[in-house]
């Protein structure tokens, strides 16, 4: 299956009924399931054996689906996540502890800046921000003996800054460590960051994947290239015994499977970030249509880019797929078919001006969502960032006059009329 394109393996990939089997991925909407000897579940506790017990750990839906995404990527295994800020926890807490360190790219989304810069460091976990357009040499000063990991986003949220994968991922393996990539904004349509030397992928499926603002998720994919067992003190987690479970060395036992079964084995058995099996029947319908859905949304984005980019009342604009961009060789080169749908740009007149752009909107909707079916706009500075000082805010790229446009698939002249009257 792995071999077909993209489009087939959005319906696909995952899940293969037999004969006389659901033809749809069914909904197991159970938290358990029967055995029939005490040997049989023992195994699956002692990580024996492949199956479901309890849906804290695995169901039958959500693993279906988690296939399905790890296809899509080209990765070995996945888990999916209650959130796509689930994800990023555990992406990096799966192998990082207190005492250790993080490189990550400033440039991110505010809630997962958050994340790292506050939860994180509570939890003993320090991270460095830095620039992603630095130079080889520039990143390689931000590494420290105790980094684990090195992170960033694709394709930025919100200011839409394009990932050198190639040249973080050199960093990264120089010092002996996986880089993991955000990939939310151009999905694995666009953008397959492990053909560019990432190990390591997340998504909230919030965005695009699922598509229609319906439920909230998030998956972790797991390339199976970075070879944990060439540096055993720096990963002890998978690289030495496990006494919770009975000794078990994860990269001994599941090979290019340790970092997705640990996660589960660890981290889901006690943190629970679980999501329902219905949540994952809805990112599933919505996976299914993902390549339609991204061709639009790419194609309205561009069209939107062009007006913007000449509008009297627009101070600057950033989306990559525009010619003008500082971006656009790194666009053409990891996303050639398309620029994902959300656009930045500044309003002339600073953070007034953008908030009295905001409630002009008649056919775009003010939300804290972005990337699904509907035209919705954000001003970062005064909410999603808001808890960031000045100087974060500067540090994340977010500048107060920044507006969020998440372009959807309606019809591009009714979008561009919205514009017209808010700007006006």
């Not at 752009?357 to 509907?374: C, E, P, Y």
């Amino acid at each position: 299956m792995t071999n077909h394109h993209i489009e087939t393996l959005c319906i696909q990939a995952g899940h293969t009924p037999k004969s006389g089997d659901p033809r749809v991925v069914p909904i197991y909407q159970s938290t358990t399931f029967k055995y029939d000897t005490c040997e049989d579940m023992a195994r699956l506790f002692d990580l024996e054996a492949a199956g479901h017990f309890y849906t804290r750990l695995a169901n039958p839906t959500s693993d279906t689906v988690a296939a399905k995404v790890a296809a899509l990527e080209g990765g070995v295994a996945a888990i999916l996540t209650s959130s796509g800020q689930a994800a990023s926890l555990f992406a990096i807490f799966n192998i990082c502890t207190a005492g250790d360190h993080v490189v990550s790219a400033g440039p991110i989304y505010g809630g997962t800046y958050n994340l790292f810069n506050v939860t994180m460091k509570k939890m003993g976990i320090e991270f460095t921000f830095v620039d992603p357009d630095a130079n080889e040499d520039t990143l390689s000063q931000a590494f420290q003996p105790n980094t684990k990991v090195m992170f960033a986003e694709t394709l930025s949220n919100p200011l839409g800054v394009v990932l050198d994968i190639e040249k973080f991922a050199k960093a990264a393996h120089d010092h002996n460590v996986p880089l993991i990539v955000d990939n939310t904004f151009p999905t694995p349509v666009l953008c397959r960051p492990f053909e560019w030397g990432a190990d390591i992928s997340l998504h909230s499926t919030t965005k695009y994947m699922d598509g229609h603002a319906t439920s909230v998720g998030g998956v972790i994919v797991d390339s199976g290239n970075f070879d944990w067992t060439r540096y055993p003190d720096k990963f002890p987690g998978l690289c030495q015994p496990d006494e919770s479970y009975h000794g078990i060395i994860y990269t001994e036992k599941f090979g290019q499977g340790a970092y997705i079964t640990k996660a589960v084995a660890q981290l889901m058995r006690d943190l629970g970030a679980t999501p329902s099996p219905f949540n994952a029947f809805l990112l599933n319908m919505g996976l299914e249509t993902l390549p339609l859905r991204i061709q639009r949304h790419s194609e309205n984005a561009l069209a939107i880019a062009k007006y913007l980019e000449t509008h009297s009342k627009v101070a600057w604009i950033n989306y990559c797929g525009l010619p003008s961009s500082k971006y656009y060789e790194l666009s053409r080169k990891y996303m050639p078919n398309g620029s994902s749908g959300v656009i930045a740009f500044g309003i002339k007149g600073g953070r007034e001006a953008g908030i009295a752009f905001m409630d002009k909107l008649k056919l775009g909707a003010i939300v804290t969502h972005v990337a699904d079916t509907r035209t919705s706009f954000l001003h970062p500075a005064s909410t999603t960032h808001r808890q960031l000082s000045d100087a974060q805010l500067l540090e994340a790229g977010v500048s107060q006059d920044l507006i969020r446009l998440s372009v959807g698939i309606e019809n591009v002249n009714d979008i561009l009329d919205d514009l017209e009257q808010a700007l006006g």
